[in-house]
C-alpha cells in the first residue's frame, strides 16, 4: 500500500531550466511533508517541507507546491544546477505522528 | 561535529549469521530511527526510538532488534540473516517528531549483503 508516490522515476532537465519533480499522496491525515534529496553512496540530507495548512514554501532556488484536493506536491528548482542531480525523495507525516512515509525517489539528472 | 555515524559501511554475512549495525549521534537528539532501503523503492521503516528506553516497531520490524539504552546510540540487531535483508540501511535521528523544523538527520547507511 504505497500511500507516497512518485511515479516519475526519473527526470532530465537542462542547466538553467527549471526542474518539476511530483509527488502524490493518498492519505488525508498527512500533515507535514518533505522533500530530502540524496547523493550515492551518502544518506538524505533535508531539503524543504511543506505544512498541511499552506500551499507554497519557497526557500532560495527551491519551492514547494501543495495541492491538498487533488492530494498532490512539487517541488520546483529554479534554475537547475548540474549539483542539483541526485535522487530526491518526497516523504509524508500522519498527523502530530513520530514517523514518515517515504515514495520511492525520483532520479534526477542536470545536463550542462 | 559529526552528527549520524553508522559502522560499518559495508558488510557481506551468510545466511544465519547474526550481526549489529551501529549507530549513533551526537547532536543530543532524542529520536531515532532505521530505515532499508531496497533498489528502486523508497526508504522503508524498520525500528524507531522516541526516547532512551522506549522503542516501537515501523513498517518492516520482522526479523530485527533494537535497543535504546542511550541517547547517542541506537543499534539495529538481525539475529538469522536472509537474503530479503539484503538492502542498504540507513539511521536517522532528530530532536523531535519529524515535521517542518524538526528534519532528520540521516547517516550514510551501512550496504548490507547476505549470501
Known amino acids: 500500500d504505497q500511500q507516497v508516490k512518485q511515479n516519475s522515476p526519473s527526470l532530465s532537465v537542462q542547466e538553467g531550466r527549471i526542474s518539476i519533480l511530483n509527488c502524490d499522496y493518498t492519505?488525508?491525515?498527512?500533515?507535514?511533508f518533505l522533500w530530502y534529496k540524496k547523493y550515492p553512496a551518502e544518506g538524505p540530507t533535508f531539503l524543504i517541507s511543506?505544512?498541511?495548512?499552506?500551499d507554497k514554501n519557497e526557500d532560495g532556488r527551491f519551492t514547494v507546491f501543495l495541492n491538498k484536493s487533488a492530494k498532490h506536491l512539487s517541488l520546483h528548482i529554479v534554475p537547475s544546477q548540474p549539483g542539483d542531480s541526485a535522487v530526491y525523495f518526497c516523504a509524508a507525516r500522519v498527523g502530530y505522528g513520530n514517523k514518515l512515509v517515504f515514495g520511492a525517489g525520483t532520479i534526477l539528472r542536470v545536463k550542462s | 561535529n559529526a552528527g549520524v555515524t553508522q559502522t560499518p559501511k559495508f558488510r557481506i554475512l551468510k545466511i544465519g549469521q547474526s550481526m549489529t549495525l551501529q549507530c549513533t549521534q551526537d547532536m543530543n537528539h532524542n529520536y531515532m530511527y532505521w530505515y532499508r532501503q531496497d533498489p528502486g523503492m523508497g526508504l522503508k521503516l524498520i525500528y524507531y526510538s522516541v526516547g532512551a528506553g522506549i522503542t516501537d516497531k515501523g513498517e518492516v520490524p520482522n526479523g530485527y532488534n533494537v535497543s535504546r539504552s542511550t541517547t547517542e546510540d541506537f543499534p539495529l540487531r538481525l539475529e538469522l540473516a536472509a537474503p530479503s535483508q539484503t538492502s542498504v540501511y540507513f539511521c536517522?535521528?532528530?530532536?523531535?517528531?519529524?515535521?517542518?523544523?524538526?528534519?532528520?538527520?540521516f547517516g550514510d547507511g551501512t550496504r548490507l549483503s547476505i549470501l
Open positions: 536517522a535521528s532528530s530532536y523531535s517528531a519529524p515535521g517542518g523544523n524538526q528534519p532528520q538527520h
Open positions: 511543506i505544512s498541511s495548512i499552506k
Open positions: 492519505n488525508s491525515m498527512f500533515d507535514y
